[in-house]
């Protein structure tokens, strides 16, 4: 998986348990919130997983989170001369709403 790809699904952990994505740090800052976000992740993709930490794999089933999206251009490239477009993800939580998904 690339690395910016989990930091995007880390993003929406972090908005599902009410923690604003940019108030979120690096892992070295904050360890212990980015160690409990992959845990919740692979929580949720293996039951084994879960059963061994105690957690719940559909604990972020049904969890309000916010969520906007802009398209960027992206850079010619050889494959695709005129550019393309992606598409960014912002997650927010929910104002008022602190989850507890662990």
Request: charged residues 25%; proline residues 11%.
């Amino acid at each position: 998986m690339k690395k910016n790809a989990f930091s995007d699904i880390k993003a929406l952990i972090f908005a599902i348990l009410g923690i604003d994505p940019k108030d979120a740090g690096q892992p070295k800052e904050k360890p212990a919130l980015h160690a409990q976000a992959a845990d919740l992740v692979r929580a949720a993709c293996d039951p084994e997983y879960a059963a061994r930490l105690g957690l719940d794999p559909n604990a972020l089933l049904d969890l309000p989170v916010r969520l906007e999206t802009f398209a960027k251009p992206t850079r010619p490239t050889p494959e695709k001369p005129s550019g393309g477009v992606f598409t960014v993800h912002r997650w927010y939580p929910v104002e008022g709403v602190r989850n507890a998904a662990t």
